[in-house]
């Protein structure tokens, strides 16, 4: 079945509040919001070059959005207008963190650095090289004191937040070696106890954030696994392939949970809803997909980008 795009599927869930509202972008290089309707609530904005990822900052009032223009860029995103644009890397910026208080932006890219802004002014706190090669994830803890990075080098890296006043810094605290290819995503677990990677390689691992160890190895698929997501109570993490296939595992044993969501063609982006009841994709066809996390269901469909869905936030 075709869909114009922008427009939800005719197989939706009664009842229109039951669709977590979502921000996605895409190659297309726009930004949008989707409402609880599954219907495009406001084109938020675009960059110049494909969106690569998105961070809400607390509050939920303030997006941040990096692409392959080599810029960061907030927004306001009740206004659906820009607030700040920044040239935050001599290539591509492939991912972006916001610090649990907001102060802090986290930036990676091709350059194979990391970079540390102030929310408020844009002004640039901390650069480190990084990685050997492009840095494709990045996360804070929930009380903001690491950031962990994930590389093209197929190494995941933790790194302390140092605050002294207006001024930051990035530590080097640790090195996991964690793939045998490209790492595509990176989360960490609601309490920070876990950090779980997805590589080009096909495998889904865990790691312990206290010292590194591996929890679980498992293989996801014969080709490479795209997205990852933990569930919000932490017991389950989604992953999407290049196969199109969505699938969920037991996060603290890595067996296969009864679910299993298919698209058109790879999945490229994760979100669940806050209660955990509905699962997200986006692909590489530009199609979101709402999931039943229950049945394995697929609740809605929306035609959202004329390219790729590269990133997906939960809306505020």
Known sequence: ???????????RIAGAEDLPAVISGGTDRAIKLWSAAGKLAATIGAHEESVNALALVPGGETLASVGSDKTLKLWNVPAARPVLSIEAHGGAVLAVAVSPDGRLIATGGDDRHIRLWNRATGKRLADVEAHGDSVRALQFTANGGLLVSAGADKLIRSWKVVLDGRLAALE????????DDVITGLVLSPDDRVVASVSADGYLKTW??????????????????????????????????????????NAANGMPQ?????????VTALVWASDGKILVSGGAGGILHYWSVATGAELAKIAAHDGAVRALVLAP
């Open 1 to 11: 079945m075709a869909f114009a795009s922008g427009q939800a599927s005719a197989h």
């Open 172 to 179: 080097y605290q640790s090195t996991i070696v964690a793939h």
């Open 258 to 266: 009864p679910f299993s969501g298919s698209q058109e063609r790879a």
């Open 208 to 249: 312990r954030m206290d010292g590194g160890g591996l929890l679980q190895r498992v293989r996801v698929c014969d080709r490479g696994v795209q997205a990852v997501a933990f569930s919000p109570d932490g017991r389950a993490i989604a992953t999407g392939d290049e196969e199109g296939k969505i699938r969920l595992w």
